[in-house]
């Protein structure tokens, strides 16, 4: 079971992490790390915080966080939906998939549903190349997509019954 912390506490851990690392700017990745594993992602207020109790520039602070990809400044969605749009899943339809997605979510890559439900990627292979176009969500993969199979799919994660989602 997932506890959430308050924010107070998240802070106070996050600080101790800081402290654990020295404030030593050399540590900042880690530090980021750890602040994205407490937080969630990493916004400006928290970035500000690092910036302070490590004694270095913000701007230090968010030229890292903007130029790492697994760094996020938003929550992601509880559902990731991850689109392969590698060289196989491509030239067979990925980019249908992906429209059709966002067209369901209403959002682009990078971004999270306004509900929290969904965020959106793009991936360079997943390793199902020979039953593309493929996607993940989360950690299950779904395999030889049309935008049909999409709307079935991504349907019953809509209505919160993803568990009985068919994967065929
Ligand atoms: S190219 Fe999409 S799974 Fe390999």
Redesign the pocket.
């Known amino acids: 079971m997932t506890v959430k912390l308050s924010e107070d506490k998240m802070y106070e851990t996050l600080a101790q992490v800081i402290s654990d690392y020295d404030a030593n700017e050399d540590n900042l990745i880690q530090v980021l790390h750890m602040a994205q594993v407490i937080f969630g992602c990493i916004p400006v207020e928290v970035q500000k915080y690092i910036s302070r109790e490590m004694d270095m520039p913000y701007s230090r602070v968010s030229g890292v966080v903007s130029f790492y990809s697994f760094f996020s400044t938003q929550p992601k969605g509880e559902y990731m939906i991850s689109v392969?749009l590698?060289?196989?899943?491509y030239v067979r339809g990925g980019k249908k998939v992906l429209e059709k997605i966002k067209e369901m979510t209403g959002i682009e890559v990078g971004e999270t549903s306004e509900d929290g439900l969904f965020s959106l990627q793009v991936m360079r292979?997943?390793?199902?190349?020979g039953l593309?176009?493929?996607i993940m969500i989360n950690d299950k993969v779904y395999k030889q997509l049309n935008p049909t199979k999409v709307e079935k799919i991504l349907g019953t994660y809509m209505k919160g019954d993803a568990v009985n989602v068919e994967n065929n």
């Open positions: 392969c590698g060289t196989a899943c292979c997943i390793g199902a190349c593309a176009p493929a």
